[in-house]
């Protein structure tokens, strides 16, 4: 008489982890160097930031100026990353405002559709439609350069486009069926976004803060070049690179440095959203 065996078997191996590729690694190492500088940076600057501590004008570089010093005679390093602070702080708290204020009227648009969906549309392909540059100069022309005014002009400039974004993701998944029986169930517009939809657009929603990002510090150091960013005794990078720009010839890294600075973090910003959406891989359960 044969008895029935009932083997079990264990799965004993480790739980994939999130991949990133080695392109989304770099860039992820250079955003996190340039948040940690703007953290930390005054602190570790060598020299005050205004403080004149060469007698020549675009002096060269040596172990005291490891960047040499700017068209005022000022530590090129220590501004810079005292600067830091200011681009990346700007523009972080621009995009998270545009998000926030973007992203959570499209999906009400989205979720509650009719009269509201269409006001909010219709308002915001209006607010589009202005080009950013010349919105940001009449801005600043009225009210003045200050760090709030910059951070609010940015945050409305970009605003009209998270929403477009955020609302064509929420419209896509609001007509799934698992929305409907939620709906149906009496669930309400806010249990909705927050358990329905937010968490199945969490990928694409966060490339496109990437992007957002990186459109603010682009916007906010073409208006510091212009003169209309942050202003003395304070300094982005982009107020670096304008001020310095006429001793490109005999001091370089006083132009260049913050040039580059600028251009490592929207290539790290770039590297990373370029390589985050579809390429995380993991073994949950979808």
């Known amino acids: 008489m044969k008895n029935d065996q009932t083997i079990t078997v264990i799965d004993t191996s480790p739980p994939r982890r999130l991949r990133l590729p080695v392109a989304g690694m770099v860039g992820a190492g250079i955003i996190g160097f340039w948040i940690l500088i703007a953290i930390i940076g005054p602190y570790i600057a060598p020299h005050e930031v205004g403080a004149l501590v060469d007698d020549d004008l675009f002096g060269h570089m040596r172990w005291s100026l490891p960047l040499g010093s700017d ?96 609302r064509a993701l929420a419209v896509n998944v609001n007509e799934l069926d698992f929305v409907e029986v939620a709906r149906a169930r009496g669930e309400g517009t806010h249990y909705l976004i927050r358990e329905e939809i937010l ?21 906010l150091s073409s208006l510091s070049f212009l003169g209309l960013g942050v202003q003395p005794p304070n300094a982005d990078w982009g107020s670096l690179v304008r001020e310095n720009i006429d001793g490109l010839a005999g001091g370089a890294p006083a132009v260049v440095m913050p040039a580059a600075a600028i251009a490592t973090l929207t290539i790290g910003v770039s590297l990373l959203i370029d390589n985050l959406p579809g390429r995380w891989s993991s073994t949950g359960e979808h």
């Open 71 to 166: 068209y005022l005679g000022r530590d090129v390093l220590s501004r810079i990353l005292v600067g830091a602070r200011y681009s990346i702080g700007a523009a972080g708290a621009a995009t998270f405002l545009a998000i926030l204020m973007g992203g959570t009227l499209g999906m009400l648009a989205a979720v509650s559709r009719g009269a509201i969906d269409m006001a909010l549309s219709r308002f915001f392909d209006a607010l589009i439609s202005i080009p950013s540059k010349m919105s940001a100069l009449v801005v600043i022309a009225a009210l003045g350069s200050s760090i709030p005014v910059l951070i609010s002009t940015a945050a409305v400039i970009y605003t009209p486009g998270a929403f477009r974004i955020w």
């Open 199 to 219: 968490p199945n657009i969490a990928g694409p929603v966060l490339t496109d803060f990437g992007l957002r990002f990186v459109f603010a510090v682009l916007l």
